[in-house]
């Protein structure tokens, strides 16, 4: 699987787009900004697009969702909680596959109700759970700290330490990062109890 990072738009936003170099087969997640960016890479790796996969339902990783279906008659694919238009719903667990690629869905709410990470080929698409040195804001509506110290402790932490990490904004000192890396660096990652966390984080 490999991986294009697209740095898009204003708010240094992430969009991805993941080949299967085996059948040119593709999957972009978060398309936003600067399609023309997203449509050259797929021309110029004669990639076909399966799905468009959303890690959330807000504008910035959503607003080039209809666009892009459009230009590469794909499949919209969000979480079942997403209140937005889409084709498939996906649930915890599922498996969604491309040509010989396979992504695993992790429902993790916190940041929003319908956020997600796709686990794959030893990379973890992680949208806005976890950046590079931080994580997703909680104050916006469908936000919970609780629920994001879930998310991050009970379920991404525990993840494998060699998960190279894509996360959703270029807001780190690097594009990418591990899961190992980010346990020994991230403040946010620091052992806390759920209440420490919560009062850390400003807000429930």
Known sequence: ???HQLEVG???NFTYVLEDEETKEAVIIDPSWDLDLVIETLERNALKVKYVINTHHHFDHTIGNDAIV???KSKI??????TLK???R????????FGNSELTVIHTPGHSKDSICLVGAGKIFSGDALFVGNCGRIDL??????ELYHSLF??????DDTLMLYPGHNYGISPNSTIGKEKKTNFVLQPRTEEEFVNFMGSD
């Open 1 to 3: 699987m490999k991986v």
């Open 10 to 12: 204003n708010m240094q």
């Open 70 to 72: 459009k230009h590469t």
């Open 86 to 88: 889409n084709d498939m």
């Open 77 to 82: 694919l969000q979480h079942e909680s997403s």
């Open 90 to 97: 996906l649930t915890n667990g599922e498996k969604i596959k």
């Open 141 to 146: 509506p469908g936000g919970s700290a609780k």
């Open 154 to 159: 009970d379920i991404i932490y525990k993840l």
